[in-house]
Structure formats: C-alpha cells, structure tokens
C-alpha cells in the first residue's frame, strides 16, 4: 500500500517576525491593562438611562437616605454600585386599551377588556376606550407605587373604569351617539385629569372609540 502523502508544513524563521509577534503580544496585554481599569469603573460608577426614560435615585445609606426628589435626566449618569440605585420609568406617552378585540390595540400598550357601562334605562353597552397619558413626577410615582408599572394598575386602569361607567352611565342607549355624550366625555377627562395628578401621571386625552349594544336593543332599535 501507498503511504498518504502529507502536505510538508513550513515553519518560517525570521527573528524579524519573531520580534514582532513579541511586541504585539506586550502591546495587546499593555492595552488590557489599561482597559481593564476604565470597564471595572464605569460598571462600579456609571450607569445609562435610555432617552425616552427618566430616572429617580435611590440611596441606600447615609444621611440622604432614600429617594431623592430630582429626577435623573437621559445619558450617562453616576451611579456608585452599592450605595445608591437609578430606577427608571418611561417618559413617553403611555396608552392603556379597553377593548375586547386584539386587533384593536398594539403589542406596546396595555390591554384591558373593553368597560361594561350599564345606562341608566337598563341596556350594558360594552364601550372601547383608549387613554394616554404620561409621567410626570417619577418621585412622587415611585414613592406611593414603587418601581415597577403599578401606577397604571392603581390610577389609570382603576379611575378610567369607575369614570367611565359613572358618566356614561347617566346615559341611556340611545344618546351614546347624541351629543350629550359630548358633554359627559369632557366631564369625565376634566375628572381623570384631576385625579391623576396628586399620583405623579399626566393625562393626554381619552379617547372613546366604538361601543358595543347588547342583541336586546339592535333587535328594538331595528323594530323602530
């Protein structure tokens, strides 16, 4: 049998390579080490808060103890890692959607079901609702509801329901089309608004966008 012929390698001998492979090597771990430093720094000392956020800091220990009530703006901002946090929230407009049709609402808002309104000559009407808002004073949101995206729980999703049921509740069926339900949607944003912003929330608008009658009053509505 015929051995395989190998592929002679070549090992090139140039003190000139050599040397320079020896200068790189210094050079790299030189630069690491300077590098080094710089990263263990701004992990330890820097933190970023992305543009369409702000932040507020908390401090662990000392005499400034807690949360400090001027807001952290976007960039780069100290941070010293174990002696105080930078909690960020969204600082663009927020929407929270009552509906119950998933092609109504976008994967970036909030999705409730639509608000059942039980008017006042006795027909539900299943109403869809979009509210925006922003917010406004991160301290105060952070102070009464922490860290998370409880605010939207506890203030927008909670008064929008009880709003809207309480105004457009004074109406009967017929008149969601009327423009007394003109009067009673500004009536109830001037009432959200207000309470809003004790909360640290601003509100944008509130937008009523379809609604929805139960079988019962189409089939009358039809006989008229």
Not at 45 to 73: E, H, W
Request: hydrophobic content about 40%.
């Amino acid at each position: 049998m015929f051995e395989a012929l190998k592929t002679p390698r070549f090992k090139v001998q140039s003190p000139f390579l050599q040397q320079l492979q020896g200068r790189i090597g210094k050079a790299g771990f030189r630069l690491l080490l300077l590098l080094l430093p710089v990263f263990l720094l701004r992990a330890c000392l820097i933190t970023y808060v992305p543009p369409n956020m702000v932040g507020v800091r908390q401090i662990s220990y000392g005499p400034n103890k807690g949360l400090q009530k001027q807001p952290v703006d976007f960039g780069y901002q100290w941070q010293i890692a174990g002696y105080e946090t930078i909690h960020t929230f969204p600082r663009d407009v927020q929407v929270v959607e009552f509906t119950n049709n998933s092609s109504e609402t976008s994967e970036l808002h909030s999705r409730m079901p639509a608000i059942n309104v039980p008017t006042v000559d006795g027909y539900p009407v299943d109403v869809d609702v979009s509210v925006l808002y922003q917010l406004k004073d991160p301290y105060k949101v952070a102070s009464k509801f922490g860290f998370g995206k409880g605010y939207e729980e506890s203030v927008v999703i909670r008064f929008t329901d009880f709003l809207v049921k309480r105004y457009l509740g004074d109406l009967r069926a017929e008149q969601f089309y009327h423009e007394a339900r003109l009067d009673k949607v500004r009536a109830l944003k001037a009432d959200l608004a207000q309470r809003m912003a004790p909360n640290g929330l601003v509100l944008t608008d509130v937008v009523i966008r379809q609604y929805d009658y139960p079988q019962t009053f189409q089939t009358l509505t039809e006989q008229k």
